[in-house]
Antibody
Framework: QVQLVESGGGVVQPGRSLRLSCATS????????MYWVRQAPGKGLEWVAV????????YNTDSVKGRFTISRDDSKNTLYLLMNSLRAEDTAVYYC??????????????WGQGTLVTVSS | DIQMTQSPSSLSASVGDRVTITCQAS??????LNWYQQKPGKAPKLLIY???NLETGVPSRFSGGGSGTDFTFTISSLQPEDIATYYC?????????FGGGTKVEIK
C-alpha cells in the first residue's frame, strides 16, 4: 500500500536550517509530482512547494521563496524540503503529499502523517 | 493568486441531516476543484476530485458539484464519523490555494 513518512521536524532557532524528508513506498515514485503542504497550529492548509515527477519543475509559495528548496532522490524514493533562514511564522505541521499525475498540478491523493516544525528561540 | 472562499466556517447538524458546504473561487477554475476531510490530529484525506468525482473507497453519501467559480460539497446523511474539518482546494493555477475550512460538528 502507498505510504509516505515524514521525518526531520523539531525545534529550531530563528535563522537556522532544517531538512525534512518524506520516505515513500507502494507506488512508482518517478511517475508522480510531489508536494509539501503545511498547517500552522489551529490554522488551515497552505501549499509550500511542488516538484514535478522528473524533477525539472519546482515551485514555491511566495513566503518561502529564496529560503526553502524542494528536491527528490529517485534512487531512494524520497522527497526533501530544505528550509533555511527559518522564521517563527514557519512553525507548522509539514505534510508531504503525492499528486495523481506526473504534472505539478493535480489532486493530492495520499498524504504523510506530518512532521512538526517549531521555530522558537 | 486565486482566492477560495468557503462557507460556512462551521456548522452543527444532527445525525442524518443533509449538510452542504459552498466554495467560491475568485476566478474561473473550470472543474479543478478538490475536497478534503481532515480529522483532528490527522492528515487531510481526498474525498472528491475534479469537482464531482468520488475518490475510491469514499462513501457515496459524499458528493460534489459545480463548475467555473461556484462549487458545493454535500453530505447526504451526516454520520458521527463525519465530524471533521472540510477544505476545498483549487489546482487550476499555482499557487495551489485552499478554502478556509468548514468545521462540522454534531448537534
Amino acid at each position: 500500500q502507498v505510504q509516505l513518512v515524514e521525518s526531520g521536524g523539531g525545534v529550531v532557532q530563528p535563522g537556522r536550517s532544517l531538512r525534512l524528508s518524506c520516505a515513500t513506498s507502494g507506488f512508482t515514485f518517478t511517475s508522480f509530482g510531489m508536494y509539501w503542504v503545511r498547517q500552522a497550529p489551529g490554522k488551515g492548509l497552505e501549499w509550500v512547494a511542488v516538484i514535478s515527477s522528473d524533477g525539472s519543475k519546482k515551485y514555491n509559495t511566495d513566503s518561502v521563496k529564496g529560503r526553502f528548496t524542494i528536491s527528490r532522490d529517485d534512487s531512494k524514493n524520497t522527497l526533501y524540503l530544505l528550509m533555511n533562514s527559518l522564521r517563527a511564522e514557519d512553525t507548522a505541521v509539514y505534510y508531504c503529499a503525492k499528486t495523481t499525475t506526473n504534472m505539478i498540478r493535480g489532486p493530492l491523493d495520499y498524504w504523510g502523517q506530518g512532521t512538526l516544525v517549531t521555530v522558537s528561540s | 493568486d486565486i482566492q477560495m472562499t468557503q462557507s460556512p466556517s462551521s456548522l452543527s447538524a444532527s445525525v442524518g441531516d443533509r449538510v452542504t458546504i459552498t466554495c467560491q473561487a475568485s476566478q474561473d477554475i473550470t472543474n479543478y476543484l478538490n475536497w478534503y476531510q481532515q480529522k483532528p490530529g490527522k492528515a487531510p484525506k481526498l474525498l472528491i476530485y475534479d469537482a464531482f468525482n468520488l475518490e475510491t473507497g469514499v462513501p457515496s453519501r459524499f458528493s460534489g458539484g459545480g463548475s467555473g467559480t461556484d462549487f458545493t460539497f454535500t453530505i447526504s446523511s451526516l454520520q458521527p464519523e463525519d465530524i471533521a474539518t472540510y477544505y476545498c482546494q483549487q489546482y487550476d493555477n499555482l499557487p495551489l490555494t485552499f478554502g478556509g475550512g468548514t468545521k462540522v460538528e454534531i448537534k
